[in-house]
């Protein structure tokens, strides 16, 4: 009888032994500082968990959901902390960066995305940042060059990466909230449209891909999901050419396919409780 041949588009079942999420030190001490923050950019998605079509539906009547367009006040003496404290940990070559350890919870608050310094971080294996208010990391995370785990669970409002993430070479164990990620597989949470006007403003820099600086040119935008550490990362590519946008790795089965530009149009896999409804359909009585 031939092997039958798997759909690319069936999401990747669960492994018998599921990832395991154990206390790191800390975490109890984390948790009793500072409560994660929650947004409901996925409200909809959590409503429609098992119908794919309800959920387009429901999404298309929403509208797209929208990247995180706040900044980081770069004016605040809790920025001013986090650049001395980047500038503390270049310098003394720590292994371990952990912003909850060293700062106030109220500063820590105050913190959405890391400066672009944590380049100079070439010597720390482990970051460390559960329960941030973080919405988004910077290219420059590529050059971590030492990077071993990225510990960013509970950072509810982390919805994405970007592609310089997979530059990190040693990168191979990740804590994430899964469920607060652009188009994960329990929820599928919706992919922000990249031709609004929210993304325009990550489409300057160096090409995500071949590092060319972009100059007066205005990026490529696409979304990919690809494994980074132990987990499925949507991630942002920013092309200076088609060549470029093409170049990228391919997904993983239970995702999209191919680099893409979000927004309520596209269609993703089923869930993860889809698909085991639908093999439940399947199997005898």
């Known amino acids: 009888m031939p092997k039958k041949e798997r759909n690319e588009n069936e999401p990747k079942p669960k492994p018998s032994k599921p990832k395991l999420f154990y206390p790191n030190p800390g975490d109890v001490g984390d948790l009793g ?6 947004d409901e950019c996925f409200a909809v998605e959590y409503a429609h968990t098992h119908g794919a079509e309800e959920r ?4 298309a009547r929403v509208g797209d959901v929208r990247l995180h367009a706040e900044r980081q006040d770069v004016g605040s003496d809790a920025w001013k902390q986090m650049l001395d404290l980047v500038e503390e940990a270049a310098d003394d070559g720590r292994p371990v960066f952990w912003p909850g350890k060293d700062l106030a919870p109220e500063v820590l608050a105050q913190i959405i995305e890391l400066p672009p310094t944590i380049s100079k971080l070439t010597e720390v294996t482990h970051l460390r940042l559960y329960g941030s208010y973080l919405v988004r990391f910077p290219p420059e995370i590529g050059e971590m060059r030492s990077l071993v785990e990225l510990d960013a669970y509970r950072s509810y409002r982390l919805h994405w990466f970007p592609f310089e993430i997979t530059r990190c070479p040693a990168l191979r164990d990740s804590r994430i909230s899964t469920r607060a990620l ?3 597989m329990m929820i599928r949470g919706a992919f922000p449209n990249l031709d609004d006007e929210d993304a325009k403003s990550w489409s300057t820099g160096s090409c995500s891909v071949c590092g060319t600086p972009l100059g007066e040119r205005i990026a490529l935008l696409g979304w990919i999901s690809l494994w980074v550490g132990t ?3 949507p991630l942002l590519v920013r092309a200076c050419s088609e060549g470029c946008l093409e170049r ?6 239970g995702y999209v396919s191919r ?3 979000g927004g309520t149009s596209l269609v993703q896999p089923m869930t993860y409780f889809e698909f085991h409804g639908k093999m439940r359909e399947r199997s005898p009585s």
Do not use: C, E, M, T
């Not at 500082?33 to 929650?38: L, Q």
């Not at 387009?56 to 999404?59: F, I, K």
């Open 231 to 233: 987990d499925v990362l």
């Open 259 to 261: 680099p893409h530009r």
């Open 182 to 184: 652009y188009g994960n």
């Open 56 to 59: 387009r539906q429901a999404r």
């Open 248 to 253: 990228v790795p391919v997904p993983p089965n």
């Open 33 to 38: 500082r500072w409560s994660p923050a929650i």
